[in-house]
């Protein structure tokens, strides 16, 4: 198994521009979630799934999309890139379980660090 | 609303040093779940462990332990006779769950560098 797998690994954006950040798991997870690393501030929710075709908002959305059209793949669209969104982003994935309120450990790529001139 | 802090931002220490992170949380769920993830400079953000709310027991796994007190809302990580290969971002979560159901959402504490020198 390759797990998590994030592309591009690094990339330079002048503002404005749209990119999307590839991810990948081959584990069959259910659940699949962006985050974005910022110094001092952790990780924060992008975007998250809880299956395909199912996408919801997390802590900080704007200027991102998402799908999820097959359980392998979670694509996030930068619309238009601003400096603001300078940061390194991870993708992750996790089992859901059969049992109701069990919380499995995420699986996280090995993030794209993203630069936005 | 639910908060993780990890109110040390940076720690330093000599090689076989014990040291503790602490983690704090915040949360109304009566079922939750902590984690830990070690992130080394390499960049990548590896699973250190994961407790559920029923279950206080601490854990050891080798230098490596865990204290879990709901009474505080803390989770604490400490890590016995240390080396420089622990120096890494070390991160304490929370899971983020409605009701019985779960989402896949992680609330992330700031995180806490560790040096260990030589």
């Known amino acids: 198994n390759a797990g998590v797998t994030q592309t591009p690994k690094f990339q330079v954006l002048k503002t404005g521009q749209s990119m999307t950040l590839q991810c990948a798991q081959d584990?069959?997870?259910?659940?699949m979630s962006w985050y974005r690393q910022d110094p001092g501030m952790g990780l924060r929710l992008i975007h998250y799934?809880?299956?395909?075709?199912?996408?919801d908002q997390g802590e900080v959305p704007n200027g991102y999309n998402v799908s999820r059209s097959t359980t392998e793949d979670f694509p996030l669209r930068l619309l238009s890139a601003a400096p603001s969104q300078t940061s390194v982003y991870f993708c992750?994935?996790?089992?859901?379980?059969?049992?109701?309120?069990?919380?499995?450990?995420?699986?996280f790529g090995p993030g794209t660090r993203l630069t936005v001139l | 609303a639910q908060k993780v802090t990890q109110a040390q931002t940076e720690i330093s220490v000599v090689e076989k040093e014990d040291v503790t992170l602490d983690c704090v949380y915040e949360t109304r769920d009566t079922t939750y779940y902590l984690f830990w993830y070690k992130q080394p400079p390499s960049g990548e953000l590896v699973f250190l462990i994961r407790r559920n709310s029923f279950d206080e027991q601490n854990e050891i796994s080798g230098r490596y332990s865990w204290n879990f007190q709901k009474s505080t809302s803390s989770f604490n990580f400490t890590i016995t006779a240390s080396q420089v290969v622990d120096s890494a971002v070390y991160f304490c979560a929370l899971s983020e769950a409605y009701g019985s159901s779960n989402t896949g959402k992680l609330i992330f504490g700031q995180g806490t560098t560790l040096q260990v020198k030589p």
């Open positions: 799934s809880v299956g395909a075709g199912i996408t």
């Open positions: 584990m069959n997870h259910e659940y």
């Open positions: 992750a994935s996790s089992y859901a379980s059969e049992l109701a309120g069990v919380y499995n450990e995420q699986f």
